[in-house]
């Protein structure tokens, strides 16, 4: 089935670093990507998407592309704030996938300090 | 403001007592869904709607059911909660219904439930 597998964590950057956090995925057809994020305390913010192959989402100084020779979706961002310290979740969705279901990876844990 | 919401944001209650975690949405959207997080297991699909009295069972649907009488609500019960119930509990929308797959799911805040 579809899977989705995310670089573990947690993550621990200096402000202003370089993050890189790498997804890849498995599935049947054509997915959409995304990245979600969650702050502490709160619900799952959409960072942002990817409909097909070769498109950057981008949104608030991260960016990711999706590489369908590769599988993967990974998460980067030139500079990062303390701001930026969440759970970020890679996951996929297909029309393949019974019930529209959004497959999730593990969650990488981000904290930035100062 | 277009958002999910859920209540309560907070449960503790005890092993067996009938339980309701309401969603609603203001969007208009056809699809929603329920979602359990637990460390190590990520997110879950509980059961989802494709619309109004359309539901279906996800990956973990024991122990919960749903009913969709309305368009703008999805409410989860429990008839008789486990300790194993105890977890983070997500709704989500999105805007297609059949062949929401690829579509992107707006998340409430979240429920974290506690069952003793």
């Known amino acids: 089935g579809d899977s989705v597998t995310q670089m573990e964590g947690p993550v621990t950057l200096s402000e202003e670093a370089f993050l890189t956090i790498n997804c890849t995925y498995t599935?049947?057809?054509?997915?959409?990507l995304f990245w979600y994020v969650q702050y502490p305390g709160e619900g799952l913010q959409l960072l942002l998407k990817a409909t097909k192959a070769d498109d950057k989402g981008s949104n608030k100084g991260f960016e990711a592309t999706y590489r369908k020779e590769t599988t993967s979706f990974h998460l980067e961002k030139g500079s990062v704030q303390v701001s930026d310290s969440a759970v970020y979740f890679c996951a996929l969705s297909s029309l393949y996938n019974q019930g529209g279901k959004l497959i999730f990876g593990q969650g990488t844990e981000l904290s930035v300090k100062p | 403001e277009a958002q999910v919401t859920q209540n309560p944001r907070y449960l503790i209650t005890v092993t067996g007592k009938k339980l309701t975690v309401t969603c609603s949405q203001n969007?208009?959207?056809?699809?929603m869904s329920w979602y359990r997080q637990d460390p190590g297991l990520g997110l879950r699909q509980i059961y989802y709607s494709m619309n109004v009295e359309v539901t279906d069972k996800g990956d973990v649907p024991e122990g919960y059911k749903v009913s969709r009488k309305e368009k703008r609500n999805f409410p989860l019960i429990l008839e008789s909660p486990s300790p194993n119930q105890t977890s983070l509990y997500f709704c989500?929308?999105?805007?297609?219904?059949?062949?929401?797959?690829?579509?992107?799911?707006?998340f409430g805040p979240g429920t974290r439930l506690t069952v003793l």
């Open positions: 989500a929308s999105s805007s297609r219904g059949y062949r929401a797959g690829g579509d992107t799911q707006y």
């Open positions: 969007m208009n959207h056809e699809y």
């Open positions: 599935a049947t057809g054509y997915p959409s």
